[in-house]
């Protein structure tokens, strides 16, 4: 008896020695080659770096780069996530949330739904600021703009999400900024309300975005905005099929083969991409449709791959891209007559970290009435702009406790003009601004309201 308890001890042992082997011993054979979502795999480390010295992170990175490459870890990861959904109702993933029925969430979401980290009043204000100096810059050319957010998809279907996590009753960032943009009469289509009008789920379970249908309904949506509702596919026949894999379902699944059903339209599309495309992830993609007039530039993010075929459908040529920060020196570059920016809800702040690229415009301020005072001061630098020849990139922050949550950021240049700061950049209460450099000097006085009072200081430029 004691004899067979050790052989089945043995065997079990070179069993659990095996298992654990395989995986090492198969990198021989066939290693893992491809990512898991986005993730970007660990690359061979070398025992010496670009400078000939000995790289004291080898181990380190050996062992990161041994834990991407492992044969079969598609399998292994597919096989953990299926056992952790089944046998606790969770899923080991940091990025992914375990929803009901099978439903799939992005954790980065998770602020938004739940009401914390939300950008503080002066964030929404700066965000809704931008996006105005944006439109009076595109109105300024003579050209039509249009904003817009796509939901997240806990936002508009929140009855699968977990019960563990409880959705926040406080304004969120979307509403607030679109608060300020009413007030200053920056275009804005709301999907929040046009995807809520709608009856049918519009979004796939196992990703991040909206389906077919749905990028058809944001679509129909911003061209009846724009005015350009020539040739909505929204309300059309279709058929669905089972096509789409979800990239979350990627992220937890790796091996898995799922398939999402989504909408194929009857109607073909008549536009043509031009050459270079690869794929609807490609950071430019440009497209020309002869049967329409007017020509787009859209800047997008990831639910732009599929609501961009059905904005292409109705311009005469377009340009979507996922350049950020927005670079508005593309407007001469593609001749564009209309501007729209699509941005997820869970990117907002976004707007505030990263400004947009143009011309500050001109303000007809009287700088004599600025009162300098020691409670307003700022730090800043100047550089050469790379996208605005002739131009300098103001940069800094500034630091007044009691600066009103929606005062502008004016700075007085050396020609005698103030400029109107865009509210965005880095630090806390930053501020950016693209100038003539004969307008740049050693410093430049920097003017904000308090209690509704101008008052300033002396920037200095580094």
């Not at 952790?84 to 969430?105: I, N, Q």
Request: some cysteine.
């Amino acid at each position: 008896m004691k004899r067979l308890a050790k052989l089945g001890l043995a065997a079990f042992v070179a069993v659990f020695l095996v298992l654990c082997l395989v995986p090492s011993a198969g990198m021989l054979v066939s290693p893992t080659r491809e990512a898991v979502g986005n993730e970007m795999l660990a690359l061979m480390p070398t025992l010496r770096d670009t400078g000939g010295n000995w790289n004291e992170d080898y181990l380190s990175e050996l062992s990161d780069y041994l834990a991407d490459h492992i044969a079969f870890r598609h399998q292994l990861i597919t096989l953990h996530s299926q056992l952790c959904a089944a046998l606790f109702g969770t899923l080991p993933s940091e990025d992914v949330l375990l929803g009901k029925d099978g439903w799939l969430y992005y954790t980065d979401t998770l602020p938004d739904y739940q009401g914390v980290e939300l950008l503080t009043g002066r964030q929404r204000y700066a965000a809704a600021r931008t996006l105005a100096l944006i439109n009076e810059y595109c109105e300024g050319q003579g050209v039509k703009f249009l904003f817009t957010i796509a939901p997240n998809k806990n936002s508009l279907y929140p009855e699968a999400m977990p019960g563990r996590y409880q959705r926040s009753d406080q304004t969120g960032n979307a509403e607030g900024i679109a608060a300020y943009l009413d007030q200053m009469d920056v275009p804005y289509l709301d999907l929040f309300q046009v995807f809520r009008d709608q009856d049918q789920v519009l979004y796939f379970c196992t990703d991040s975005h909206w389906n077919n249908l749905g990028a058809a309904l944001a679509g129909d949506a911003l061209c009846t905005a724009l005015d350009k509702d020539q040739d909505s596919y929204w309300g059309k026949s279709y058929t669905m099929t089972p096509s789409h894999q979800g990239d979350l379902y990627e992220m937890v699944y790796p091996a898995g083969s799922l398939l999402e059903e989504d909408a194929v339209f009857d109607q073909p599309f008549d536009f043509a991409y031009q050459q270079g495309f690869r794929s609807a992830e490609d950071i430019t993609i440009r497209t020309q449709n002869p049967e329409q007039t007017g020509s787009l530039l859209m800047f997008r993010d990831s639910f732009g791959n599929a609501l961009h075929p059905f904005m292409a459908q109705q311009y005469g040529a377009a340009c979507f891209s996922r350049a950020m920060p927005y670079n508005l020196t593309y407007l001469d570059r593609e001749q564009a007559d209309t501007v729209v920016i699509e941005l997820v809800e869970r990117n907002l702040r976004w707007l505030v970290e990263r400004p947009a690229i143009l011309p500050a415009p001109v303000r007809q301020e009287n700088p004599d009435a600025w009162a300098l005072d020691g409670t307003v001061a700022a730090q800043g630098a100047a550089a050469e702009s790379r996208d605005l020849e002739g131009y300098l990139e103001v940069t800094g922050t500034i630091q007044c406790p009691g600066m009103d949550e929606d005062s502008p950021v004016l700075l007085l240049g050396q020609d005698g003009k103030v400029y109107e700061a865009s509210p965005a950049g880095e630090g806390d209460t930053p501020f950016t601004a693209f100038l003539p450099a004969d307008a740049v000097g050693d410093s430049m006085e920097l003017m904000v309201t308090v209690d509704g009072q101008q008052k300033a200081c002396v920037l200095s430029l580094t």
